[in-house]
C-alpha cells in the first residue's frame, strides 16, 4: 500500500513539476521583456528624444508576473532563501518533522494570502480598472497572482507530504 502511495505522490509530484516548468519559463520571459523594453526606452530617450510612457507600469507587471510564476516551483524544489542554522543542527529525523511543520505554515499563509486576493482581483475586474499611463487593464495581470499561490499551496502540500513520507519510512522497522 505504501509503495503505491508513494507512486501516486510522485506521479502527481512530475506533473505539478511539468507545469510548474511552464510558469518558471513564462516567468523568465517576462525577465527578458523587462530587459528588452527597459533598454529599448532608454534607447529611445537617448537617441529618439521619446521614451516610452508605459515602460515603468508594464516592468512593474512584468517583474509581478515574473516572481509569482516562478513562486511553484521554488516552492516545490525548496530553493527559497532560508535561514538553516537552526534545522541543520538538527537529527535528520526531527528536520524532517520540522519540514513537515513549515510546510504547513506555508499551506495556512498560502491560504491566507489567496483569501486576500480574491476580493482584490474581483474588485479589478468588475470594474475593468486599467494603468494610468498604458491604459492596460489590470485583472489579467492581477489573476497571476491567486493562481500562483494556489499552485503554490499546492507545492507545499507536496513538500509536506514528501517529508512525512520520509519520515514515516525512517521509522518503519525494514523487513530483512
Not at 11 to 30: D, G, P, S, Y
Not at 131 to 153: E, H, Q
Request: one cysteine or more; a positive charge; glycine letters at 4%.
Amino acid at each position: 500500500m505504501k509503495g503505491q502511495r508513494g507512486s501516486l505522490l510522485q506521479r502527481v509530484e512530475n506533473r505539478l513539476r511539468q507545469l510548474f516548468v511552464a510558469l518558471a519559463v513564462i516567468a523568465t520571459l517576462a525577465g527578458v521583456m523587462i530587459v528588452v523594453l527597459v533598454g529599448t526606452s532608454v534607447t529611445m530617450r537617448h537617441l529618439a528624444h521619446a521614451p516610452f510612457r508605459f515602460t515603468e507600469e508594464l516592468v512593474g507587471l512584468l517583474m509581478t508576473v515574473a516572481f509569482f510564476l516562478a513562486l511553484p516551483l521554488v516552492t516545490l524544489n525548496a530553493e527559497h532563501v532560508r535561514v538553516q542554522i537552526v534545522v541543520s543542527s538538527l537529527p535528520e529525523r526531527v528536520a524532517r518533522w520540522v519540514a513537515v511543520v513549515a510546510a504547513l505554515f506555508g499551506i495556512v499563509f498560502a491560504i491566507w494570502f489567496f483569501w486576500l486576493c480574491l476580493p482584490w482581483f474581483e474588485f479589478a475586474y468588475v470594474r475593468a480598472i486599467k494603468t494610468d499611463v498604458g491604459r492596460l487593464l489590470m485583472y489579467p495581470w492581477m489573476a497571476v497572482l491567486p493562481l500562483s499561490i494556489l499552485l503554490t499551496s499546492i507545492a507545499f502540500a507536496l513538500r509536506a507530504l514528501r517529508a512525512h513520507q520520509a519520515a514515516e519510512s525512517e521509522s518503519i522497522p525494514q523487513e530483512r
